[in-house]
């Protein structure tokens, strides 16, 4: 284990573990503001209620949002400190402007909307929570936007041993980055839709409060369903995007080998990356593939083969990560559609219910599943065609990596089991 | 003035908003054993704090950030140096952070116990680390040619590391002291004003131990011997000092507050200006140092970022303004018994 393999690790597992927290954030920021200006416009308290119990939720899972997220911004210089050096023109100034435009507003409103129930107007509280779900929002752009420039860089210059700012428009407008931006944040949303639901359904099993659990249900039915619908297609869309500019990660999301026209997608595939095959290639759809990643049958999709050995990322661990986050996500819109055509019936329908209850990890998986295609598709390359990952990492102590790491994983591991029983807790209690 | 110089001020006057701020937080959380001796005083301790603390912290990644897009070279130079601190550092502040939130969620002594030792130590650790970080800026660390850091976590432990330490240390529980003072009643309310008057002579007496200490250990004095009018700055720290202790003796606690802001924002500002143009002085060389010249970003980043700086930082200062007056009435027990309250 060397300085460059732990240091990977711990980027790794920490920002796993930071986006486990985020994206309820996003969605169930929105969901909330929703909730609580129902209140405001009907009067009706249920919905303050709602506000409320969901509210307290938001809160106990942003705390870890927080405090993990400290962690990455130190990391850059910690453990990539050549990466930092590399493109620091370009990328710190994206993440100095997350902490200015977005960060503050998120951290100042929302303790207000915490402490101002009773110091503020109705409608002013309200906008406290909508004003942190933009801010939230508006943080993953920033964030993404600097991901996005790893991935797809552009409106740089090489100049004085590093990467310099040619254009700031160029970086503000990369597609690729937008792209990855959208379907991040819907994600999200089907995540926050989720866990709405699964927690109701609970309820709604047990025969809690039916009223209340049921408006909530439907909240996070549709948020869910219009996100599992979109993100799909979305996806759609920015995997023509990865094919267009990323070709090797395309090619390894789908353990494609020999370049070729009219390629199939093969349902089942089983990669054999050591011998640059799939030990099994089954159920073929024809010209799928090319269709897929070009919209064009007869299109000509690179494979892995087409890369020095040394270009290529992880494909076993990008194939599966891709397959399961696609699997899940056809999954999840199925359960929307479903419970859609349940909606007036719910309590008559347990088993729909308990579906729910155990899809609730279903959004989380596929979330942390498309960050690893993400990531562990763009290797080897820590800005995609100009660094590589082994030249960006900091020249320290592997005793010091292999210290903070463990540090990371026994202080993570407990903190996040926490929140999460802290969650689960004041997740089943009956609101009055 | 160049782009360069500007970016160093706003680093340096970002450095020192975050002190300010995050101070009186820090400062409390390490007052927490020693002043709150009720269950309720405890409380009124994470609701002193709770609409501020956030948004405090939110300074140091923005100091932080900063540091990344302004003088990118330094930040990755700085932080894979000084790993193990900031990684100490970095540990404290996540244990500190999820206290608030955490505390009062299961109804157990030994729950609550434990939150409140997190909140001590993942305050005064901080406060420690920063001041012998700071410290260690200011008297140089041993960087190398290639800027590589020739040192260990127990380099940075030296004498005068240690005494910027304790400096912050004091400042920040004097500072929280008198937030407390702000934001209490009755019996605390006093101990509040009585526990920063027994800090302040030994934070005075430490603040001219640290000074002397700096001529002897730091370069520091080099750019006022240079140009004496700028020793002027020292009128804020010093000023501050003494009016703080007249405000406290009045029992007027935002004016005695905002006298240890001056206290902690000019001693940060002196210290940055000494370094002046380094960023991070390298003790082997000073021609190893980091500094404006050889770690800024490029003159398009710097002019945007000014930009954007102009534009959302007035507008952040506006509406934390606005939230500290918002909640700037004591902590009663009403606000005890509030559904949403820590």
Redesign the interface.
């Known amino acids: 284990m060397d300085v460059l393999m732990l240091s990977r690790l711990q980027f790794a597992f920490a920002t796993f573990i930071h986006f486990i927290f985020v994206p309820l954030t996003l969605g169930l920021s929105i969901l909330v503001a929703y909730m609580e200006t129902k209140y405001v416009r009907t009067g009706d308290e249920t919905y303050k209620k709602m506000a409320k119990f969901w509210g307290k939720l938001f809160l106990i899972n942003f705390a870890l949002g927080v405090v993990t997220g400290l962690t990455l911004e130190f990391q850059f210089g910690t453990n990539w400190s050549r990466y930092s050096m590399y493109v620091g023109d370009i990328f710190g100034s994206l993440l100095a402007i997350e902490a200015t435009a977005a960060f503050f507003l998120e951290s100042t409103f929302v303790a207000v909307w915490v402490f101002g129930w009773k110091k503020l107007s109705k409608t002013f509280h309200a906008v406290c929570i909508w004003i942190v779900a933009f801010a939230a929002n508006l943080s993953a752009l920033w964030i993404i936007l600097a991901n996005g420039f790893m991935q797809n860089p552009m409106g740089y210059v090489i100049r004085n041993g590093r990467a310099e700012l040619d254009s700031f428009y160029a970086v503000i407008t990369n597609g690729f980055a937008w792209s990855q931006y959208v379907h991040t944040v819907v994600g999200s949303y089907v995540l926050a839709g989720f866990f709405v639901m699964g927690v109701s359904a609970w309820h709604l099993l047990r025969k809690h409060n039916t009223d209340f659990f049921t408006k909530s249900f439907r909240i996070g039915l549709g948020f869910a369903l219009v996100a599992s619908l979109v993100v799909a297609i979305q996806g759609h869309t920015h995997g023509n995007e990865v094919a267009r500019v990323q070709p090797a990660k395309l090619a390894a999301m789908e353990s494609h080998w020999e370049t070729g026209k009219n390629v199939p997608m093969y349902l089942l595939s089983i990669p054999d990356e050591k011998n640059e095959k799939n030990t099994v290639e089954a159920f073929g759809i024809p010209s799928m593939l090319s269709i897929l990643a070009f919209n064009d049958p007869a299109a000509e999709v690179k494979g892995l083969k087409d890369f020095a050995p040394e270009d290529r990322p992880p494909v076993t661990l990008t194939f599966l990560s891709f397959r399961l986050m696609v699997g899940l996500g056809t999954l999840m819109i199925l359960l929307t559609v479903w419970g859609f055509l349940k909606r007036k019936q719910l309590q008559d329908n347990p088993r729909y219910l308990q579906f729910m209850v155990w899809a609730i990890p279903a959004p989380y998986l596929a979330l942390q599943a498309g960050w690893a295609v993400a990531e562990v598709g763009r290797q080897p390359w820590i800005v995609y065609g100009l660094m590589r990952t082994k030249d960006a990492v900091s020249p320290i102590a592997t005793s010091q990596v292999a210290v903070s790491l463990a540090a990371f994983v026994v202080v993570y591991l407990l903190l996040a089991s926490l929140d999460i029983y802290l969650l689960a807790k004041y997740a089943r209690k009956v609101p009055a | 003035m160049d782009l360069g110089t500007i970016w160093f001020i706003l680093w340096g006057v970002l450095w020192a908003v975050y002190f300010i701020l995050d101070g009186f937080d820090l400062g409390l959380g390490t007052l927490l054993p020693f002043l709150a001796k009720t269950e309720d005083e405890k409380r009124i301790f994470y609701n002193a704090m ?6 405090n ?2 300074w140091l ?2 100091a ?3 540091t ?3 003088f ?2 330094t ?6 140096g000084l ?2 601190a ?2 100490l550092l ?2 404290s ?3 500190r ?2 206290c ?3 505390r009062s ?2 109804e157990s002594p030994g729950w609550k116990k434990l939150w409140d030792t997190c909140l001590f130590i993942g305050s005064f650790a901080p406060a420690l680390l920063l001041g012998v970080a700071f410290a260690n800026i200011f008297k140089g660390i041993p960087i190398d040619q ?1 800027h ?1 850091f020739q040192g260990t976590l127990f380099t940075l432990l030296n004498p005068y590391g240690l005494a910027g330490g304790i400096l912050f240390v004091l400042l920040f529980a004097h500072h929280g002291a008198l937030w407390l003072a702000i934001k209490s009643e009755g019996g605390l309310r006093e101990r509040a004003f009585a526990m920063a008057g027994k800090i302040w002579p030994i934070m005075a007496g430490w603040i001219v131990l640290f000074l002397v200490f700096s001529m002897f250990a730091t370069n520091l004095f080099s750019n006022y011997l240079r140009w004496p009018l700028l020793l002027a700055i020292l009128l804020i720290p010093v000023g501050g000092l003494v009016l703080t202790k007249v405000y406290a003796a009045k029992a007027r606690a935002w004016a005695a507050w905002g006298a240890s802001a001056a206290v902690i924002g000019g001693t940060a500002l002196f210290g940055v200006m000494g370094i002046f143009p380094a960023l991070l002085p390298s003790s082997l060389n000073p021609a190893f140092s980091m500094t404006i010249e050889n770690s800024a ?2 003159p ?2 710097l002019s ?2 000014l930009g ?2 102009l534009v ?2 007035p507008v ?1 200062i506006a ?2 303004i606005w ?1 500290f007056r ?2 700037r009435h004591p902590v009663t027990k009403d606000d005890l018994d ?4 820590y």
């Not at chain 2, 709770?50 to 948004?55: I, K, S």
């Open positions: 709770g609409p501020f603390w956030d948004g912290e939110v990644i923005t932080g950030g900063v990344f897009a302004a990118p070279t930040y990755a130079v700085m932080f894979s790993y193990s900031l990684m970095l540990f502040l996540i244990i952070g999820v608030f939130e955490f969620k299961v290639d590589i970003s490029s398009l980043t945007i970022m954007v700086a959302f930082v952040v509406y934390q939230n918002t909640f509030y559904e949403e309250a």
